[in-house]
């Protein structure tokens, strides 16, 4: 039977692979010496090296230089043609000999070696090589494409009646044949085992962050509902990804079980440890992924297709063209840049922005076009994906043979003394560019050209046919600078680029992350890009995808290189990395990480004295925001303190903002009794007439990480309540340059004065604040202090108690520990605090309008400003204990 296979193989389909691998090459040649392009441009001058006519008048001498001139550039251009299209010629004879020559050999080979034996031993040896080099080739690609053959178990295995040998891989194939081999109850286990010795189900667990010696199965599965639904998966998955035709693997086997086996899933989430549950889509996706890079490098060896040998660079191609010295000066050459490397990914993800760039370039008119988009979300990337399309001839007719070109405007700009100077560059430039006749320049912050003054002369030339030019800008500018001039619009087709999906975004860092890999000699897990997408969503705000993702991908890997000894990137490293940059805690909860968050109303105590709702509704919104269970798109926390002045509202923000973000400076504070009037709304987002920016805005873009806090808010305009109700509600806003400003990464505290009053006449009166707050805030909306639309987008309205005398002592005392622990860090002496002490401290600082507020100014100019006099004089021995008697602090006023 075999050998009836290798017969049929030998005589039918190889010749057929031999025919299309000499017309393989036949194309190639023509392409490599461009032997039709030299035809069609045979008489052209020699890279367009022509005189034109530009003196007044007829000049008989001038105009026969000028005939012998260009006559002598055509002659010399159709003698340099002339010869590679004859060499070129020369090679494809031979080819064209060749080809034919080959397949007879190859027809007539067996009969050529038993020719070989009549030579004797040597002959021998020579046809026992070339006949175990056909077995070798036999079963290398004939028998490789069909499994099947070796194996009769196989080619008789049906699924629903379809012919499921046929579809296996090399690999499947001897595993399913190895598995049917075994008792019916055992087949699935034997199956497994011999998936988990395969490559590809290799990387697929290393990918995943498993470790292959502990994956275990004990399956109840059958062996034909495992391979019915690989069948399944196969076809719903891996054509619509791959978009070739079917060939189950074992990383296709080793799905199925996965998705049949339950439990096996719950036992490799377990094993992974990573907090988060391994889903069946992941392992999906993860053997999509392998199977991409295994046919990526088995490409790179299939030297003899068309599409590889397209890839080569050929000869002649730009002799119909000009020069360009001034323009490679101050230039990128990206059809060069692009032309080796294997960027395919960036067609998929940028199709629909490709497809138009090239609809738009190949106008006879108006054939000019400016991709918009925010920084970050791939603009050049789209670019590159449509200069791979020209460099690889997979274009239209009309854009064969052009170079895309990046022009480096720093490079242009740079050592320009006046502008004059400028226009003269760029006019000898865009020459250049146009006598070349087949340039696309590139010019990415296009802008920056439009703001540099010469734009009378970019204009002058936008609408040559020879002319073409990709502009890259951001919505900012082109509404700013661009938009306005409806004389250099009407040049130009509009292509906004939007943001990348997350899904788009994790397709390119599995593109992208072996080059990463190889860089720092790491393996970054599947896992480890999800929580990089997650937390870049999550974390960074001032930059879209793909470009936050990529940038988040090159430092985890960077700092997991230097913090792993087994050189394994885990989710683990992506949480180190952004608590680190952001102070914000992230990932797995530890347990003492727990007991604080359970405790943490203790912990706020430490420093906020009563205040018992308060100091709840903050500690719960935290407990919420840890683990992951307040919203996303919203901020962690946002709340509306009310109540008397000094009572402890600010000291809460400050101890939340350290508890939370690691330090107390993390505030921003806004005073808002400065945002009185309507117009102060540019103070805090902006204006876009006068390119201010926002006091809110920029800063919450610097600080992204932070508690907001706006004070006394009931005394800032309407307008600007308004504006927070968005804010509130989405957790973002937008700026007067239309910049999206992201405050999810921040907790809002709003605080006021409003209803201090009434607070302060119940609680003397003796009733429960949880009882009157109902009426309070009826009272605030009936005055029209604030809308109920308003209050309702705080997480909680807190009404702050005012303070007892037994609060005071307890904050006096707290004020004084703070200024022991100084005083022991710097001078190892310590103050001796005393109920006396701590009475006369509340009774010179308490102030029934500010409340325990001045108290910090008295301790401050009472008792610090001794001590530091103490200290200066040399009165203060180390280790001494200070005694300060209350007398001595003066009487209350």
């Given at each position: ?422 226009k003269e560059r760029i006019l000898r430039v865009f020459n250049e560019v146009e006598k070349a006749g087949n340039i696309i320049l590139v ?292 700026d007067a340059l239309g910049r999206v400003v992201s405050f999810r990464n921040t907790i809002i505290i709003a605080t006021s004065n409003a ?139």
């Amino acid at each position: 039977m075999l050998i009836i296979q290798y017969f049929l193989w030998h005589y039918l389909a190889a010749p057929k692979e031999i025919l299309k691998i000499w017309r393989n090459f036949l194309i190639f040649f023509w392409h490599f010496f461009s032997i039709g392009l030299l035809f069609r441009t045979f008489f052209s001058p020699w890279r367009r090296l022509v005189l034109v006519k530009r003196a007044v008048g007829f000049d008989i001498k001038e105009f026969a230089d000028r005939i012998f001139a260009n006559l002598l550039a055509r002659f010399f251009g159709a003698l340099l043609r002339s010869a590679v299209i004859l060499f070129g010629l020369l090679v494809e004879s031979a080819v064209l000999v060749l080809g034919p020559l080959f397949l007879l050999i190859w027809i007539f080979l067996p009969l050529f070696l038993i020719g070989f034996i009549r030579f004797g031993f040597s002959g021998i040896v020579i046809s026992l090589i070339i006949v175990l080099l056909l077995i070798r080739i036999f079963f290398k690609s004939y028998l490789k494409q069909n499994p099947w053959l070796l194996f009769g178990s196989i080619k008789s295995l049906k699924i629903e009646e379809e012919n499921f040998g046929y579809l296996l891989d090399a690999q499947s194939t001897k595993i399913i044949h190895e598995a049917l081999g075994e008792l019916l109850e055992k087949q699935a286990d034997k199956l497994f085992k011999g998936l988990l010795k395969t490559e590809e189900v290799g990387k697929i667990i290393s990918r995943l962050g498993l470790e292959k010696s502990k994956i275990q199965l004990d399956s109840r599965i059958s062996l034909n509902d495992l391979l019915k639904n690989a069948l399944i998966l196969a076809r719903t998955d891996l054509t619509s990804k791959t978009g070739k035709s079917i060939r189950i693997s074992p990383g296709d086997l080793f799905s199925a079980f996965v998705v049949l086996e339950p439990d096996f899933l719950s036992s490799l989430s377990r094993e992974a440890g990573f907090g988060k549950d391994i889903k069946p889509e992941d392992v999906l996706d993860v053997s999509a992924w392998i199977r991409r890079e295994t046919e990526a490098q088995e490409e790179k060896k299939r030297f003899w297709t068309l599409d590889y040998l397209l890839r080569i660079s050929g000869l002649a191609k730009d002799w119909a063209y000009g020069f360009t010295n001034t323009l490679d000066r101050f230039s990128f050459n990206l059809t060069a840049a692009v032309s080796s490397q294997n960027i395919e990914y960036k067609l998929i993800i940028y199709g629909k922005a490709i497809e138009a760039i090239e609809q738009i370039l190949a106008r006879a008119g108006e054939n000019n076009t400016l991709l918009i988009g925010e920084p970050g979300v791939g603009k050049r990337e789209a670019v590159l994906g449509f200069t791979y399309l020209v460099a690889h001839g997979k274009i239209l007719p009309v854009l064969e043979h052009k170079r895309v070109i990046e022009l480096e405007l720093n490079s242009l700009l740079a050592g320009i003394q006046s502008p004059g100077d400028l226009k003269e560059r760029i006019l000898r430039v865009f020459n250049e560019v146009e006598k070349a006749g087949n340039i696309i320049l590139v010019i990415d912050n296009f802008h920056n050209l439009v703001l540099s003054g010469v734009l009378d002369a970019v204009l002058s030339y936008l609408g040559s046919r020879n002319f073409q030019v990709i502009g890259l800008t951001d919505y900012g500018n082109y509404h700013k600078h661009i938009e306005p001039n409806s004389a250099l619009l009407k040049f130009f087709e509009k292509i906004e680029i939007p943001e990348l999906s997350q899904s788009q975004t994790l397709f390119i860092l599995e593109n992208i992350v072996s080059f990463i890999e190889k860089r720092a000699g790491v393996l970054v897990t599947y896992q480890a890009l999800k929580e990089i997408i997650d937390s870049a969503e999550l974390y960074i705000q001032d930059t879209p995808f793909p470009e936050k993702a990529v940038d988040l991908l090159d430092e985890v890997v960077v700092y997991a290189a230097t913090k792993t000894k087994d050189k394994i990137v885990l989710p683990a490293h992506v949480h180190q990395l952004v608590s680190l940059k952001t102070g914000i805690p992230t990932g797995k909860i530890t347990e003492e990480a727990k007991k604080e968050l359970v405790n943490l109303e203790e912990e706020i105590h430490r420093v906020i004295i009563n205040q018992d709702e308060a100091v709840k509704v903050v500690a719960d919104a935290l407990r919420r925001a840890r683990t992951g269970l307040s919203g996303k798109d919203r901020p962690i926390g946002a709340f509306l303190f009310l109540g008397p002045t000094g009572v402890g509202k600010t000291s809460l923000v400050r101890a939340l903002s350290k508890i939370y973000f690691g330090k107390e400076e993390r505030i921003i504070r806004l005073d808002m009794t400065e945002f009185k009037e309507d117009a102060s709304i540019s103070n805090l987002i902006g204006s876009f007439k006068e390119e201010k920016p926002g006091i809110l805005t920029s800063a919450v873009r610097e600080r992204p990480y932070t508690v907001v806090l706006l004070d006394e808010i009931e005394k800032c305009s309407k307008s600007i309540l308004n504006l927070f109700l968005e804010l509130l509600d989405e957790g973002r806003m937008r700026d007067a340059l239309g910049r999206v400003v992201s405050f999810r990464n921040t907790i809002i505290i709003a605080t006021s004065n409003a209803g201090a009053e009434l607070i302060r006449t119940s609680i003397k009166e003796g009733k429960d604040l949880l009882q009157i707050k109902a009426q309070i805030l009826d009272a605030l909306q009936s005055e029209g202090v604030f809308k109920p639309e308003f209050l309702n987008r705080f997480d909680a309205v807190v009404l702050f108690k005012p303070l007892s005398q037994e609060h005071l002592l307890s904050i006096a005392q707290l004020m004084l520990e703070s200024l022991n622990k100084r005083l022991e860090k710097e001078h190892e002496s310590v103050l001796v605090i005393t109920q006396e002490l701590k009475q006369k401290i509340v009774e010179l600082g308490y102030d029934p309008v500010y409340g325990a507020r001045p108290m910090r100014r008295v301790i401050q100019d009472k008792i610090e400003n001794q001590i530091a006099k103490k200290i200066l004089k040399g009165e203060l021995k180390k280790g001494e204990r200070i005694i300060i008697k209350p007398e001595g602090l003066g009487a209350g006023g």
